[in-house]
Nanobody, 132 residues
Framework: QVKLVESGGGSVQAGGSLRLSCVASGYTDSTNCMGWFRQAPGKEREGVAV????????????????DYADSVKGRFTISQDNAKNTVYLQMNSLKPEDTAMYHC?????????????????WGQGTQVTVSS
């Protein structure tokens, strides 16, 4: 089993920044794919950013790889600290439409998808609220 604990959410004004953290514990060898997903009230959960943390996948010949939703490209950055089993989401130039509950997710695979169904391990989430 894998346990994921998020932190770093809060309330900011538009244009501000936040950094979310997700600490993984347990059987972390099964977490070569980790990602951040968000769910706004009345909307479906969507993949924001994912990271392939490294391993033997033939798809990622360059090692660590990242993928972002178009809505956050250029503003959000996902990164990791393997020594701490932690994945971060740096969010800059925040907009009111970024307001949502942000969840960390993890799983093991040869391809790190931004699809919700591709992940079996989920954290409880951390709320991000952006005011205009």
């Amino acid at each position: 089993q894998v346990k994921l604990v998020e932190s770093g959410g809060g309330s900011v004004q538009a244009g501000g920044s936040l950094r979310l953290s997700c600490v993984a514990s347990g059987y972390t060898d099964s977490t070569n794919c980790m990602g951040w997903f968000r769910q706004a009230p009345g909307k479906e959960r969507e993949g924001v950013a994912v990271i392939y943390r490294g391993g033997t996948s033939t798809l990622y010949t360059g090692g660590v790889s990242t993928d972002y939703a178009d809505s956050v490209k250029g503003r959000f950055t996902i990164s990791q600290d393997n020594a701490k089993n932690t994945v971060y989401l740096q969010m800059n130039s925040l907009k009111p439409e970024d307001t949502a509950m942000y969840h960390c997710a993890a799983d093991y695979g040869g391809y790190c998808s931004r699809s919700v169904g591709a992940y079996n391990y989920w954290g409880q989430g951390t709320q991000v609220t952006v005011s205009s």
